[in-house]
């Protein structure tokens, strides 16, 4: 895990260049997965960050359901996708959704790139698995 000083979460799916956070978890030597989130939350006494990849959502929130964690993620707003019902029973608040286009270029990519504001809208759910 990388860490510097300050901040107030913790990004679960990051980068060197992509991180929102002092503490971030990536791909490259230190996923999220190995890691006990409740613990990791608990001890750091930060918040949790997921913008996950969207084929491993069902798989972070079911994470968050087994460890009784709190935490906020970003998910495309699709209704039909297998793990739409489950985020619905996790969620604690989400924000409006942010209309596909709306923001052009507010992601970047793994080079620092600016990539253009996915086709979708996006939504920032907090999420409790204590709560199920």
């Not at 030597?29 to 918040?47: C, F, M, P, V």
């Not at 970003?74 to 489950?86: I, N, Q, R």
């Not at 790139?113 to 759910?125: A, L, R």
Request: with cysteine.
């Amino acid at each position: 895990m990388h860490v510097e000083s300050g901040g107030s979460i913790i990004d679960l799916f990051a980068s060197d260049v992509i991180a929102q956070s002092d503490i971030y978890c990536s791909k490259s030597g230190n996923s999220a997965w190995g890691y006990d989130w409740k613990r990791l939350s608990d001890e750091s006494h930060r918040d949790l960050w997921l913008n996950p990849p969207f084929t491993k959502v069902q798989h972070a929130l079911t994470k968050i359901a087994l460890e009784r964690v709190k935490g906020l993620i970003v998910t495309p707003c699709w209704k039909t996708a297998e793990w739409s019902g489950l985020l619905d029973r996790l969620t604690v608040a989400r924000s409006k959704p942010i209309s596909k286009g709306s923001h052009p270029f507010i992601y970047i990519d793994e080079s620092g790139k600016p990539v253009p504001s996915p086709k979708w809208d996006t939504v920032v759910s907090l999420v409790d698995g204590g709560i199920n």
